[in-house]
C-alpha cells in the first residue's frame, strides 16, 4: 500500500509513541526530514521515518507533498538566476513560497548563513483577518507618489489617490498599509525561497562600509585591483568597488537610486569617491566587466526611463515598463559613459532621503 509522505517543517520535533498527555519519545526528526504517513487522528499523524522508527507528531509541524514540490519547483525555476549581491542571515529564519508572513513556510536556515539575493518585493505586511495579508502591494507611481498621505480618520481627495491603491483598503478612509521588503534568495544548497529584507545584511566590505552616509549599501562589487605597497592587504593589492545605495525605508519602486564608485589612493592610502550618480531610479543586477587584454573594467546598470512602472501582481516585484542600460568604464579614477545608451539620464522625481553629503566629486575618507 502506498502511503503519503510529509516534510518536517519545524526546527526539530520528537516523535511520539501515543497521541496522549503522558507518552514517550520514540525518535527524534529535523527541519526538512521526509516521513511517511501510516495514519491520521485529528490534529495529528502517525508516520514512519526512513530508520523505520514510528510515531505520532502534529500535523502543524511538517508541510505536505503539494508544498514540497512547490518548493522545490521554486528552486529549479531560479537555479540559473544570476545574483544581483549576496547576504549573511542575523538569525534563523523560514524560506517561504512567495514574499509575506501568511505565505507556506519550509527550509530553515541557520544564523549568519550565506545566501544569494536574487530579486526584491514589496508587500503589505500581514494583519490577521485583514485583506492585505496575502495581496502584493500595487506601488503608487509617477505624481501620485508625492502625494501627501491623508491623516487618519479623514477621506483623501480623489485627485490624489494613487493607481491602484483602491483594493488596498476596504475602507474610504483605511490607513496605508505597512509595507515590508523581501528578498528572493538561493542558500548554498540550491534551495530558493522568500525572506524578510530586514533579517539579513548585504554583504559590503569592511572597508567601505562606513561611507553610506544616511543611505543603506544594496550591492557592492569589485572592479578591479591597484597594486599599493603601503597597503596591508594580500600582496599590497587593494580592491576597487562600484556600489549601488538606497534610502532606508521599504517599498520603494526601485532597487537603488545612488551609483558610487570607490577607488582607491596609492598617494594617501584610503579609499576615495571617484564617481557618483544620484539620485535614480535604478534596478538590479550591476553588471561588472573586469579588466582584461588592456581593456579597462566597466560597470553597467538598468534605470526607469520615465515614472511609468509595473508591479507584478504574483510578487510584488516591480520593474520599469521602459528600461535603459547605461554603461561606463573606468580609465583610472575617471568614470567615462560608453555604450549604445549615451541619453540623458533622468534624475528621481520620488521623495527622497537626503544624505549628509550628496555632492558628486571626488572626497577623501579618512
Do not use: C
Not at 579609499?271 to 543586477?285: D, M, S, V
Request: proline share 9%; hydrophobic share 35%.
Amino acid at each position: 500500500m502506498r502511503h503519503d509522505t510529509v516534510y518536517v517543517s519545524a526546527r526539530q520535533m520528537y516523535l511520539h509513541d501515543r497521541v496522549a498527555a503522558v507518552s514517550n519519545r520514540v525518535a527524534e526528526v529535523t527541519n526538512g526530514q521526509p516521513l511517511e504517513v501510516l495514519e491520521q487522528n485529528r490534529r495529528f499523524l502517525k508516520v514512519k521515518t526512513e530508520k523505520n522508527e514510528i510515531g505520532w507528531i502534529e500535523e502543524r509541524a511538517v508541510i505536505d507533498g503539494k508544498t514540497f514540490h512547490a518548493f522545490d519547483l521554486l528552486s529549479q525555476q531560479h537555479r540559473q538566476d544570476p545574483v544581483v549581491a549576496s547576504g549573511t542571515l542575523r538569525d534563523e529564519i523560514y524560506l517561504h513560497l512567495k514574499p509575506g508572513r501568511e505565505a507556506e513556510r519550509f527550509y530553515l536556515l541557520g544564523a549568519n548563513s550565506k545566501v544569494q539575493l536574487l530579486a526584491r518585493a514589496s508587500v503589505p505586511k500581514a494583519v490577521p483577518g485583514s485583506e492585505l495579508s496575502s495581496r502584493p502591494l500595487v506601488l503608487p507611481h509617477g505624481p501620485a507618489a508625492n502625494a501627501p498621505t491623508p491623516r487618519p480618520g479623514s477621506k483623501p481627495a480623489a485627485k490624489s489617490a494613487a493607481p491602484g491603491a483602491a483594493h488596498l483598503a476596504s475602507k474610504p478612509d483605511a490607513e496605508p498599509p505597512i509595507v515590508e521588503d523581501w528578498w528572493l534568495v538561493r542558500d548554498d544548497q540550491g534551495r530558493a525561497g522568500w525572506l524578510l529584507a530586514g533579517r539579513l545584511d548585504v554583504d559590503v566590505p569592511d572597508e567601505i562600509a562606513a561611507y553610506a552616509e544616511g543611505q543603506r549599501y544594496v550591492g557592492a562589487y569589485v572592479l578591479n585591483k591597484v597594486h599599493d605597497p603601503g597597503a596591508t592587504t594580500p600582496n599590497h593589492d587593494v580592491p576597487q568597488y562600484v556600489t549601488v545605495l538606497s534610502p532606508i525605508r521599504a517599498g520603494l519602486p526601485f532597487d537603488f537610486d545612488q551609483v558610487r564608485v570607490f577607488t582607491w589612493s596609492t598617494r594617501h592610502h584610503r579609499y576615495e569617491t571617484a564617481f557618483r550618480l544620484h539620485p535614480i531610479l535604478g534596478y538590479l543586477p550591476v553588471h561588472v566587466t573586469p579588466a582584461s587584454a588592456g581593456n579597462a573594467p566597466t560597470f553597467s546598470f538598468q534605470i526607469a526611463n520615465g515614472p511609468d512602472m509595473t508591479t507584478d501582481p504574483a510578487t510584488g516585484i516591480t520593474s520599469p515598463n521602459a528600461p535603459r542600460t547605461i554603461t561606463y568604464r573606468m580609465d583610472d579614477t575617471r568614470a567615462v559613459r560608453i555604450g549604445s545608451d549615451l541619453g540623458s539620464i533622468p534624475f528621481s522625481h520620488l521623495p527622497e532621503s537626503k544624505p549628509k553629503s550628496a555632492k558628486t566629486g571626488k572626497k577623501s575618507h579618512r
